[in-house]
């Protein structure tokens, strides 16, 4: 089954390379020395699932009847990866008994797939741990229910050298993504300049030139750049005024500025569904600081078809 939703918008670059079964394939085999089949592969749309924490993903289901599960994750990684995984799994779940009209009430048991966790690291800071449990969660081992996420470290330099020298996607994904990190936060250029710099050196390595020749991939590289880079400036300004805050009026503000954090990127994500969000839009996001003025903005963001609709209804 191929995926005919690449050419989105709202598909991450790690979503537009990898949900390709082929890709898919081969990132399996580099991170796991295990080959699937290509053509016993089902993609996943996972578009409709509510819990939109794992926006990075890629969801594949084998003949065998096993649903791997792989989610790119570029910041430091937290210890609710598993719970996160778990709650995704059972929505994947609902999807799939409804797909295949499956009737949890019968009196014989159902079969359901069997996971596999993974998360794809792409991140700055050094891996902690290989592995992650939901006892974490849990406080303690728990008989009756636990889970594993297996953590996969894709950065350029930790790449095995077998996994280099095969030029594959994974090595030109995780190379371009290096030199784009390389050029705008160690040379300090432009972030546009870095990513033509990036792609540049991607090129002339021979990395991914059948998609740095597609216009419309180079053109979705600087705009999911460009809204994680805005994205990561209204984290950075939250804690900024965190701190103060929490300084002079303690805990409770610290807790509030969370809230009014998740609120702006849940209003970011939903509209970037629709349409890129524009450096205007997401300034007006990122000054409004009142609560129930940003819930108001989650639930408008879910209702509308278009930026411009989502302006007027908050003016």
Request: glycine share 4%; no cysteine; proline share 2%.
């Amino acid at each position: 089954m191929q995926n005919k939703g690449n050419e989105k918008y709202k598909d991450t670059i790690f979503r537009y390379l990898f949900s390709d079964q082929k890709n898919f394939v081969q990132l399996y085999y580099d991170l796991t020395g295990q080959m699937l089949n290509a053509d016993e592969l089902t993609f996943y749309d996972t578009e409709s699932i509510v819990v939109k924490q794992l926006k990075n993903d890629v969801a594949f289901k084998t003949k065998d009847n096993r649903l791997i599960i792989m989610v790119e994750h570029q910041s430091t990684l937290n210890e609710n990866m598993p719970l996160r995984f778990l709650l995704y799994y059972a929505e994947l779940l609902k999807l799939y008994i409804t797909q295949n009209q499956l009737n949890i009430f019968a009196k014989r048991a159902i079969r359901i797939p069997t996971p596999e966790f993974f998360v794809v690291y792409n991140g700055e800071e050094p891996l902690q741990h290989k592995e992650m449990y939901l006892k974490a969660n849990l406080g303690e081992e728990d008989e009756f229910i636990n889970m594993k996420v297996k953590i996969m470290d894709i950065t350029y330099k930790h790449l095995p050298e077998e996994v280099k020298q095969r030029k594959d996607v994974l090595d030109g994904y995780s190379y371009l993504m290096d030199r784009i990190k390389f050029y705008y936060k160690i040379k300090k250029l432009l972030l546009e300049e870095a990513i033509q710099k990036a792609i540049e050196d991607t090129m002339e390595k021979g990395y991914l030139m059948e998609y740095l020749k597609r216009k419309e991939f180079v053109t979705m590289i600087t705009k999911v750049l460009t809204i994680e880079e805005e994205i990561d400036l209204i984290r950075l300004e939250e804690r900024e005024e965190g701190r103060e805050e929490g300084r002079e009026e303690g805990r409770e503000e610290g807790r509030e500025e969370g809230v009014i954090l998740a609120r702006k990127e849940d209003i970011i994500e939903n509209l970037n569904e629709i349409e890129p969000v524009t450096a205007e839009v997401l300034k007006i996001i990122n000054k409004q600081s009142d609560i129930d003025t940003l819930k108001k903005w989650v639930k408008l963001s879910n209702k509308v078809s278009s930026l411009e609709e989502f302006k007027t209804n908050i003016e």
